[in-house]
């Protein structure tokens, strides 16, 4: 308990306290004291509870933690407070609609507090599994990186925008914010707890996200609050469902009362509906189609902000929520074709297949990884809304790869923006002469998301056999291309990355000690991982997939096998050691570079038609008429869209039926 306690207080007091210290030789000790406190007890809490116990019950702790009335009237309070706020934020900026979310959200929560809510009697407000501790482990190690790589990099910034007042208290006060309220997220079990820190993290996003304060920064970060806005209040309406008709508040309680229903073959038609209502809640959070472009508009806040919403924030909260029902999920029968499972697997497979699409197109790495974070989210949003073993499994492997790879990727970016004075692909021309030590660490983090024998390959394996197994034929054939085409976007920046250029200055020691700190330590987690996860996968995850899913079939459980996977492993063992056998043991016969013409000598011209000087150009293919931004999103509005029109239209269609049902005396 105390534990607990602490994981959720001392990123808050941390952030409270960096909220008044302005100097950098006071800011820097705090910020390292914090994280490594923050990451310490993350650990802590995930030994304490067994998180390598692959026996027993799954769910390793559940508790009270003392919810008394003062509590819930301060939560009332603070949120009424927020509420406050973003109203007056949005008449100052104009921003009609934020204002009307806001007015209507908040309200409907308090009033629900007050009369219904206030009689449900709540027995475990935190709920811990190993999915929880999972997610525990990422926000903890990946999250608190994530803000003593800031450090140095907000030092950069500010040196960059001097012009400008200096808002870094505010900044880091909002980042270890952040990750007190993903701690709250991850380890409630009363849904009310879990909506007041949900809200929080689309507080602080809206705030990061607008740091600047520029004209764009300040439109992207009300698109940002008005889309997840939206799914608040889907949030809150099905908390109002939920108790008033069943009268509990409990996140395992919904889970029970759905699988009562699937089990005996009668589908509870309020369930589906709460269900649905949680996952489109999640769907904003975790930007999928079409509420993508919050996150794309999230690229203009300084690069910690992108590295901590996209690998181990924010869009992480959406996809945990949406695993955490996997088990309601899924498309068994023609009723089905209607229900939260088919809404979630068919926008979680159109966004992985045309946000991939979208990122072929864009030379801003910055956008390049947006695109791909919205791409893998929604390959794992698609594994949850299977509702099947493996594909829970595959969506859990895959949170976990992504979230260490693309935060390596997102500051390795971030440093070399710095450093050569631009984020764009086309730009990293003969980084390997001026930053060996950062281009190594971004091949890496690229091959990692892409190639064997890294975990992001075997995870998306796993999820095609999941889709196959479940006769899921069209989200197969949205993976199936959104994967070839990842080979496309990936592999023309691993070419850049790996290109010689003559006579480039190395400047890499003008990079901050914390920069290289954090990046090397994600590096190591790669690795470690890596070579690991037969045994994370065997020892934490199938514990969970076996508890929420009654047992595994024998299809299953040869589907997670670790043979395969073990195999793997010893693949990445030997890509690590080969390179060690031979190095400095080759003869090397310096050559000219072979171009277009007779090399003048410098590597940098070549003579061509008409005897004149011509210099190399290094230049991708990015086929914007065939893939643009524009093109695919419009695609994947209209479609998701209509699936979001059909799935609602039909559960309102059914509840209406069922109403009218039970008034003419009918019974199931």
């Known amino acids: 308990m105390e534990t607990i306690i602490f994981l959720v207080l001392i990123p808050l007091v941390i952030a409270l306290a960096l909220l008044f210290i302005r100097h950098d030789s006071a800011r820097g000790p705090v910020v390292f004291i914090g994280a490594a406190a923050t990451a310490v007890f993350s650990v802590l809490l995930a030994v304490r509870q067994g998180i390598w116990s692959d026996v027993g019950p799954n769910l390793l702790w559940s508790g009270a933690m003392e919810s008394s009335e003062i509590t819930g009237y301060v939560m009332m309070g603070i949120e009424a407070a927020l509420a406050v706020v973003l109203f007056v934020l949005g ?8 204002c009307i979310l806001v007015a209507v959200q908040c309200p409907l929560l308090i009033w629900f507090e007050l009369t ?6 709540v027995k475990n407000n935190i709920n811990i599994d190993h999915f929880s501790l999972i997610m525990v482990l990422i926000i903890g190690i990946i999250g608190t990186l994530i803000c003593v790589y800031a450090v140095g990099y907000m030092k950069d910034f500010q040196h960059h925008h001097a012009n400008e007042p200096d808002r870094r208290p505010w900044f880091f006060f909002l980042m270890f914010l952040f990750l007190s309220a993903m701690f709250g997220i991850v380890l409630a079990n009363n849904l009310v707890y879990m909506y007041f820190f949900w809200e929080i993290t689309t507080l602080c996003s809206f705030f990061l996200i607008g740091y600047t304060k520029t004209d764009e920064a300040v439109r992207n970060s009300f698109r940002a609050l008005v889309m997840n806005l939206l799914g608040g209040l889907a949030f809150v309406l099905a908390i109002i469902m939920l108790g008033g008709t069943y009268g509990t508040l409990e996140l395992d309680q919904l ?8 089990a005996l073959g009668q589908p509870d038609y309020i369930v589906n509906v709460v269900v649905m209502l949680l996952c489109f809640a999640g769907l904003t959070k975790a930007a999928q189609m079409p509420f993508n472009s919050w996150l794309l508009g999230a690229m203009v806040a300084p690069t910690p902000t992108s590295a901590l919403l996209h690998s181990s924030t924010m869009v992480k909260a959406g996809v945990f929520l949406i695993v955490k029902l996997s088990p309601l999920l899924g498309v068994q029968s023609l009723v089905d074709l209607g229900g ?10 159109l966004t992985f297949l045309l946000a991939s699409f979208a990122a072929v197109s864009q030379s801003n790495a910055k956008r390049v990884l947006a695109y791909s974070t919205v791409a ?3 390959l794992i949003v698609a594994c949850a809304g299977i509702g099947t073993p493996e594909g829970v499994w595959a969506a859990i492997m895959l949170i976990i790869f992504h979230a260490v790879t693309k935060s390596l990727l997102f500051l390795s970016v971030g440093t070399a923006e710095h ?9 990293m021309d003969g980084l390997f002469g001026k930053m060996p030590r950062l281009a190594v660490y971004m091949i890496i ?6 190639l064997a024998p890294f975990g992001m390959l075997i995870s998306k394996w796993a999820a095609l056999q999941s889709f196959v197994d479940a006769g899921g034929i069209w989200v197969v054939l949205m993976i199936v291309f959104g994967s070839a085409v990842t080979v496309f976007y990936w592999g023309k920046w691993l070419g850049k990355l790996t290109a010689i250029v003559a006579n480039r200055q190395n400047i890499q020691d003008k990079v901050h000690g914390e920069e290289w700190f954090v990046l090397t330590g994600h590096i190591a987690l790669v690795i470690v991982i890596s070579l690991s996860f037969p045994l994370f996968s065997s020892r934490v995850i199938v514990p969970f997939v076996t508890h929420f899913f009654s047992g595994l079939s024998d299809a299953s459980a040869a589907a997670l096998s670790s043979d395969n996977m073990i195999i793997m492993v010893v693949l990445a063992a030997v890509i690590l050691v080969l390179p060690l056998l031979f190095y400095g043991r080759t003869r090397k016969r310096v050559v000219p570079l072979y171009m277009g013409g007779a090399n003048e000598g410098d590597n940098l011209t070549f003579v061509g038609a008409m005897e004149k000087d011509v210099p190399v150009s290094l230049r991708n293919w990015y086929m914007e008429g065939v893939f643009g931004e524009k093109l695919m999103n419009r695609v994947g509005l209209v479609t998701t869209c209509a699936i979001f029109a059909v799935t609602f239209s039909f559960a309102g269609a059914l509840a209406v039926s069922v109403f009218r049902y039970i008034q003419g005396g009918g019974t199931f």
């Open 91 to 98: 008449i100052k900026y104009k921003k009609a609609l934020a």
């Open 116 to 121: 219904k809510g206030h009689d449900i009697e």
């Open 255 to 262: 889970l029970q009362i759905g699988a009562s229903a699937k």
């Open 340 to 349: 939260p499972g088919f809404m979630v697997m068919m926008v979680g497979g």
């Open 376 to 378: 893998n989210l929604g």
């Open 419 to 427: 450093n050569i004075g631009s984020r764009d692909i086309e730009d």
């Open 445 to 450: 983090g690229i091959a990692a998301m892409f």
